[in-house]
């Protein structure tokens, strides 16, 4: 818990807050996290996803965290997601968490899981160069400084370091007046700041990249994935096409906002399959975002998916 109280100290005090946890830790400081959409500073918030209710089976894999991390605080207070699919695309999806909670002035939720945290995978460092521009600018300028501004494009507001002449301001967890950031009870000032913030972690759809299907004989099912399913999934994939089947495979790495053309690739298929190591959530969502009639194979052991279980469900949506 020290370890926590110190990384938001550190997004107060002007630097990017990261923090790693499973499903029960991240229970347990979700209080935080809802401070941290009401102040609207960078924090990025790892949930390593072990199988439960309560400790459950600390050692043991679960995509089981998805619509805590997504709705799991009080009132409106919406956050980006990410999920990582590989040891080795960890990296990558850090990078991109640590970009969107810059720019945006939001914390995200980076969701792992113990099989990746387990996992390896032989890794080429990249070019620190060509890696995306996470580099931030504070607000340093006096004149009419407010802090809840807003950007035109990404609605993020300034952020300023403690101490600079000039660019005091309140912070805390009560509803901040628009510009200002008094304190504010005004109702449809707080109708207005409810929506800001959701519109702004909804804009980011377009500043990341279009959900791209692996489909080189058109097919007329999709296998929709996220997560550590990657790899039992493209095997089954795969193993399905080498029987002469034909299935189309894309996979989810931003879960909040989806993707802007999610709905178009899902109803380009007469059949969707979303293999889960939980009961249906992200296939919840998906019913309910896009009206797609999903299948579901769901398996909450402990275990990763094996590609031949996948290939049989995915030859049994087929042959439905």
């Not at 999709?222 to 002469?244: C, D, F, H, K, Q």
């Amino acid at each position: 818990m020290l370890r926590r109280k110190a990384r938001h100290l550190q997004v107060l005090a002007g630097a990017l807050g990261v923090t790693v946890s499973a499903g029960p830790g991240v229970v347990l400081k979700s209080e935080t996290v809802g401070l941290a959409v009401a102040l609207e500073l960078p924090l990025v918030i790892l949930d390593i996803q072990r199988a439960g209710p309560s400790t459950g089976m600390p050692t043991k894999p679960e995509q089981a965290d998805l619509l805590m991390v997504l709705f799991g605080r009080n009132s409106e207070s919406p956050v980006p997601v990410i999920a990582a699919s590989t040891p080795s695309q960890c990296f990558h999806a850090a990078i991109e968490a640590a970009r969107i909670a810059l720019k945006y002035r939001t914390p995200v939720y980076l969701l792992s899981d113990a099989y990746l945290a387990n996992g390896s995978e032989p890794w080429l460092i990249p070019d620190v160069a060509a890696l995306p521009d996470i580099a931030t600018e504070f607000e340093t300028r006096p004149d009419g400084f407010q802090p809840y501004a807003r950007d035109d494009v990404t609605l993020a507001r300034p952020w300023a370091i403690p101490g600079t002449p000039g660019l005091e301001h309140r912070i805390g967890g009560l509803e901040k007046a628009d510009g200002t950031g008094n304190v504010s009870y005004d109702p449809e000032n707080h109708d207005l700041m409810v929506r800001l913030r959701s519109q702004k972690v909804a804009g980011i759809a377009a500043d990341i990249p279009e959900l791209e299907v692996d489909d080189p004989d058109g097919a007329d099912t999709l296998v929709l994935g996220w997560g550590s399913t990657y790899g039992p999934i493209a095997a089954g994939v795969r193993r399905v096409r080498r029987e002469g089947g034909r299935i189309a495979h894309a996979h989810l790495h931003h879960l909040n906002p989806l993707p802007r053309n999610t709905g178009e690739v899902l109803n380009g298929y007469e059949k969707v399959l979303i293999p889960e190591m939980n009961l249906g959530q992200l296939r919840t969502l998906i019913r309910a975002e896009f009206l797609v009639d999903a299948h579901g194979y769901n398996k909450v052991r402990g275990l990763p998916f094996t590609s031949s279980e996948l290939q049989e469900a995915i030859e049994a949506v087929i042959q439905s």
